[in-house]
């Protein structure tokens, strides 16, 4: 057997990359660390003006980003905007990243709040992905990354939409993993724990004022290790799963959760 050598750190030399919700918070240290490792990067969202900026940013320090407004929960939208950038070249990765949250039970969690998590942070995925594995399979394979959460396969209180969504987006992941093994797409999840992004500072704010800091240290001590990760935290281990070191990675999930899961006690 041949021994098969890699270029360490993780590169991304020469990929091209669509990231959904790339205009803030996780996306955008995905995109961020993506353009760092040499991919060209499709920043798709429905905020112009903060897909712009992102894109800008990204440019300004020598990588290659483009803004792409769509809304990812729409099937045209989704169409257009997808046949456009594989009109431009081969893609290589879609990182599934596009999502809300929502806090309530499953009483106190009307009808339409249900179907707009639902629409938002399952239906974009299915939308994105069905969009790229033709495209992929022609081109010789590709990888597809899924952002689920621990509220996926933990019990969460008061996240029975948000929990139920990313659970769905799990199952979708070991699903087109299972269906493309034999046209080199490898999809995989990460299921992070709580994540320091701009959302949970306006979610704390809105709900406590006043109370910032206790609640920031209060959310940061639901994980074992003592804090919520950071949004370059999950950039990282999204560049390692969606690089070819990861080549033999398919139909997982990682948990990238500060030992919440195991370790709680």
Same mark, same amino acid.
């Given at each position: 057997m041949t021994e098969q050598t890699f270029q360490l750190p993780q590169s991304l030399q020469g990929k091209t990359s669509i990231i959904t919700g790339g205009a803030s918070g996780i996306g955008l240290a995905i995109a961020r660390l993506f353009a760092r490792q040499g991919s060209s990067v499709y920043i798709v969202d429905r905020n112009k003006e903060a897909a712009l900026a992102a894109?800008? /940013?990204i440019t300004a320090s020598g990588g290659v980003a483009e803004a792409c407004i769509c809304d990812v929960a729409e099937g045209e939208s989704v %169409? $257009?905007? !997808? @046949?456009?950038? !594989?009109? %431009?070249?081969? *893609? &290589? =990765?879609?990182? @599934? @990243?596009?999502?809300?949250? &929502?806090?309530?039970?499953i009483t106190s969690t009307g009808e339409e709040d249900f179907d707009r998590v639902m629409r938002v942070n399952v239906r974009s995925a299915y939308l994105c992905t069905r969009a790229v594995v033709d495209h992929m399979k022609q081109s010789g394979g590709g990888v597809i990354l899924?952002?689920?959460? =621990?509220?996926?396969t933990a019990g969460i209180p008061d996240r029975l939409a948000y929990s139920t969504s990313k659970g769905a987006v799990l199952a979708m992941t070991f699903s087109v993993a299972r269906d493309y093994l034999k046209d080199n797409i490898r999809c995989n999840a990460i299921s992070p724990a709580r994540v320091h992004t701009p959302f949970v500072d306006g979610f704390v704010a809105k709900n406590y004022p006043g109370r910032e800091p206790e609640m920031m240290d209060i959310l940061g001590r639901a994980q074992p290790i +003592?804090?919520?990760? $950071?949004? #370059? #935290? *999950?950039a990282s281990l999204a560049v390692w799963l969606c690089s /070819? #070191?990861?080549? !033999?990675?398919? +139909?997982?999930?990682y948990p990238l959760d500060g030992g919440f899961m195991n370790l709680r006690g």
């Amino acid at each position: 057997m041949t021994e098969q050598t890699f270029q360490l750190p993780q590169s991304l030399q020469g990929k091209t990359s669509i990231i959904t919700g790339g205009a803030s918070g996780i996306g955008l240290a995905i995109a961020r660390l993506f353009a760092r490792q040499g991919s060209s990067v499709y920043i798709v969202d429905r905020n112009k003006e903060a897909a712009l900026a992102a894109a800008g /940013d990204i440019t300004a320090s020598g990588g290659v980003a483009e803004a792409c407004i769509c809304d990812v929960a729409e099937g045209e939208s989704v %169409r $257009q905007t !997808f @046949n456009g950038i !594989f009109a %431009r070249g081969r *893609v &290589h =990765i879609l990182v @599934n @990243n596009a999502g809300i949250a &929502h806090v309530g039970t499953i009483t106190s969690t009307g009808e339409e709040d249900f179907d707009r998590v639902m629409r938002v942070n399952v239906r974009s995925a299915y939308l994105c992905t069905r969009a790229v594995v033709d495209h992929m399979k022609q081109s010789g394979g590709g990888v597809i990354l899924n952002m689920a959460s =621990i509220a996926a396969t933990a019990g969460i209180p008061d996240r029975l939409a948000y929990s139920t969504s990313k659970g769905a987006v799990l199952a979708m992941t070991f699903s087109v993993a299972r269906d493309y093994l034999k046209d080199n797409i490898r999809c995989n999840a990460i299921s992070p724990a709580r994540v320091h992004t701009p959302f949970v500072d306006g979610f704390v704010a809105k709900n406590y004022p006043g109370r910032e800091p206790e609640m920031m240290d209060i959310l940061g001590r639901a994980q074992p290790i +003592g804090r919520m990760a $950071q949004p #370059e #935290e *999950v950039a990282s281990l999204a560049v390692w799963l969606c690089s /070819d #070191e990861a080549g !033999f990675v398919t +139909g997982q999930n990682y948990p990238l959760d500060g030992g919440f899961m195991n370790l709680r006690g």
